[in-house]
C-alpha cells in the first residue's frame, strides 16, 4: 500500500501556497510539488536497507523560484530543443521565445516547470493538471495536461495526457537529475549504465539534430552493454552526454534503461512509451547552486534520462511527429523503477 499525504511546500510570490504530496511505499519515498509538478526528493534504499535522496533540488520554494536547469521539473510544452524557435503548423509559421542560443528549450521562458498545477489525490498517488492557453509561450491551441503521479511498490510512474484546440506540438518529460550515490555526492564516475537504443541523433554545435539517425555501433555511444561513466564520459569529444537515444519502437515499454551504482548497490531501470531518451550527464552544472542540505553541484554530479520525443522533431519530417491534433489525446507512461543488487 502507497500512501498519500499532502502538506504545504510555501508560497509563491503572489502568496499562493505550493502544496506538497509525500507518496511512500516501504520501498521509495517520493515528495512532489504543485510548483513545476517538481520531484523534490526520491528516497530509496541501498543494499543495506538504508534510504537515502538520489535527485537533486532545493530545501525550499526560493530555489526552485530562482534560474536553476530544470531540477526534477515537468518541462513543456515541448521539452529539448527546437531550431531557432521556429516552426510551421497548418501553413501558420510561429516564433518561440529564444532561451538556448540561437534556440528555443523546454518550453519557453515561463514554461510547465514554473506554473502552478492543481493536484488531486488519486489512488497511489497524485494527478495534477494545468491548461495552457492558445499562444502561451508562443504555442498555438489550448492545451488541457493532466500529469500523474503513482508509486506502487518499488516503481514510480508518471503518465502524462494532453489534449489541444489546435494542432500543436507536445513533448512532455520529467527532468530529474539522479545520483544513486546519494544527492551532493560529487560525481557519477562509479555508475555503469546501458541504454538499449541502436541510433542516436548526432547535434551540430547548436545542440541541433543534423538530422541523421546515426548507428551507435562503433561509436562511444554503444551503450548496449554496460559501461561505466568514469571511463567512457572522458572518450566524447564534448563536455559529456547530452544527447537522444532513438528507443526501439518495436521494443517499446520493455526496459531501456538500466543505471547501476555498485557501492551502494542502487539500480535504476526505466521504461517508457516515448521513442526515445535525452541522457544528459549534467554538464552543465558549475557548482554555483545551493542545493539540499547545503550540496553543491558541480559538473556530472548527476544524469538525468529525459523520456520524450526527438529533439527538433517538429522540424523534421523523418523524426517521429510530435504534432498533437484536436480531437486526439497524447498519452505517454515512463515507468522508474528502484531496486538494488
Ligand atoms: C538539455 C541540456 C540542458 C539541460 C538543462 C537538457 O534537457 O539537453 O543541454 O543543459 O536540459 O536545460
Given at each position: 500500500?502507497?500512501?498519500?499525504?499532502?502538506?504545504?511546500?510555501?508560497?509563491?510570490?503572489?502568496g499562493k501556497t505550493?502544496?506538497?504530496?509525500?507518496?511512500?511505499?516501504?520501498?521509495?519515498k517520493?515528495e512532489?510539488?504543485?510548483?513545476?509538478c517538481?520531484?523534490?526528493r526520491?528516497?530509496?534504499?541501498?543494499?543495506?536497507?538504508n534510504?537515502t535522496?538520489?535527485?537533486l533540488?532545493?530545501?525550499?520554494?526560493?530555489g526552485?523560484l530562482n534560474?536553476h536547469?530544470?531540477?526534477?521539473a515537468?518541462?513543456?510544452?515541448?521539452a529539448?530543443?527546437i531550431?531557432?524557435?521556429?516552426?510551421?503548423?497548418?501553413?501558420?509559421?510561429?516564433?518561440?521565445?529564444i532561451?538556448?542560443?540561437p534556440?528555443?528549450?523546454?518550453?519557453?521562458?515561463?514554461?510547465?516547470?514554473?506554473?502552478?498545477?492543481?493536484?488531486?489525490?488519486?489512488?497511489?498517488?497524485?494527478q495534477?493538471?494545468?491548461?495552457?492557453?492558445?499562444?502561451?509561450?508562443g504555442?498555438?491551441?489550448?492545451?488541457?495536461?493532466?500529469?500523474?503521479?503513482?508509486?506502487?511498490g518499488s516503481e514510480?510512474?508518471?503518465?502524462?495526457?494532453?489534449?489541444?484546440?489546435?494542432?500543436?506540438?507536445?513533448?512532455?518529460?520529467?527532468?530529474s537529475?539522479?545520483?544513486?550515490?546519494g544527492?551532493?555526492?560529487?560525481?557519477?564516475?562509479d555508475?555503469?549504465?546501458s541504454i538499449?537504443?541502436?541510433h542516436?541523433l548526432?547535434v551540430?554545435?547548436?545542440m541541433?539534430?543534423?538530422?541523421?539517425v546515426?548507428?551507435?555501433?562503433?561509436?562511444?555511444?554503444?551503450l548496449?552493454?554496460?559501461?561505466?561513466?568514469?571511463?567512457?564520459i572522458?572518450?566524447?569529444?564534448?563536455?559529456?552526454?547530452?544527447?537522444?537515444?532513438c528507443?526501439?519502437?518495436?521494443?517499446?515499454?520493455?526496459?531501456?534503461?538500466?543505471?547501476?551504482?555498485?557501492?551502494?548497490?542502487?539500480?535504476l531501470?526505466v521504461?517508457?512509451?516515448?521513442?526515445?531518451i535525452?541522457?544528459y550527464?549534467?554538464?552543465?552544472?558549475?557548482?554555483?547552486?545551493?542545493?539540499?542540505?547545503?550540496?553543491?553541484?558541480?559538473k556530472?554530479?548527476?544524469?538525468?534520462?529525459e523520456?520524450q520525443?526527438?529533439?527538433?522533431?517538429?522540424?523534421?519530417?523523418?523524426?517521429?511527429?510530435?504534432?498533437?491534433?484536436?480531437?486526439?489525446?497524447?498519452?505517454?507512461?515512463?515507468w522508474f523503477?528502484?531496486?538494488?543488487q
Amino acid at each position: 500500500m502507497t500512501s498519500v499525504t499532502r502538506d504545504v511546500f510555501g508560497n509563491l510570490p503572489d502568496g499562493k501556497t505550493v502544496e506538497k504530496f509525500l507518496l511512500e511505499s516501504n520501498l521509495v519515498k517520493a515528495e512532489i510539488i504543485t510548483f513545476g509538478c517538481i520531484i523534490t526528493r526520491l528516497e530509496t534504499k541501498d543494499r543495506h536497507g538504508n534510504f537515502t535522496d538520489i535527485v537533486l533540488g532545493f530545501d525550499s520554494i526560493e530555489g526552485y523560484l530562482n534560474k536553476h536547469p530544470y531540477f526534477g521539473a515537468v518541462v513543456g510544452r515541448v521539452a529539448n530543443r527546437i531550431a531557432n524557435g521556429k516552426f510551421t503548423v497548418d501553413g501558420q509559421d510561429y516564433q518561440l521565445p529564444i532561451n538556448n542560443g540561437p534556440n528555443s528549450i523546454h518550453g519557453g521562458l515561463k514554461g510547465f516547470d514554473k506554473v502552478l498545477w492543481k493536484p488531486k489525490e488519486v489512488e497511489n498517488g497524485v494527478q495534477f493538471s494545468y491548461t495552457s492557453s492558445d499562444g502561451e509561450e508562443g504555442y498555438p491551441g489550448e492545451l488541457e495536461v493532466w500529469v500523474t503521479y503513482t508509486l506502487v511498490g518499488s516503481e514510480l510512474t508518471i503518465n502524462y495526457k494532453a489534449r489541444t484546440t489546435k494542432t500543436t506540438p507536445v513533448n512532455l518529460t520529467n527532468h530529474s537529475y539522479f545520483n544513486l550515490a546519494g544527492q551532493g555526492s560529487e560525481n557519477i564516475y562509479d555508475h555503469e549504465i546501458s541504454i538499449t537504443a541502436e541510433h542516436y541523433l548526432p547535434v551540430d554545435d547548436t545542440m541541433i539534430p543534423t538530422g541523421e539517425v546515426a548507428p551507435v555501433q562503433g561509436t562511444s555511444f554503444d551503450l548496449r552493454k554496460p559501461v561505466d561513466l568514469g571511463s567512457q564520459i572522458p572518450k566524447l569529444k564534448g563536455n559529456g552526454f547530452d544527447h537522444n537515444f532513438c528507443l526501439n519502437m518495436n521494443d517499446l515499454q520493455h526496459d531501456c534503461t538500466r543505471v547501476y551504482h555498485k557501492p551502494s548497490g542502487r539500480v535504476l531501470t526505466v521504461r517508457t512509451t516515448q521513442p526515445g531518451i535525452q541522457f544528459y550527464t549534467a554538464n552543465f552544472l558549475d557548482g554555483s547552486l545551493k542545493g539540499k542540505d547545503g550540496a553543491v553541484y558541480p559538473k556530472h554530479s548527476a544524469f538525468c534520462l529525459e523520456t520524450q520525443a526527438w529533439p527538433d522533431a517538429v522540424n523534421k519530417p523523418q523524426f517521429p511527429s510530435v504534432l498533437l491534433h484536436p480531437g486526439q489525446e497524447y498519452d505517454q507512461t515512463t515507468w522508474f523503477n528502484f531496486s538494488v543488487q
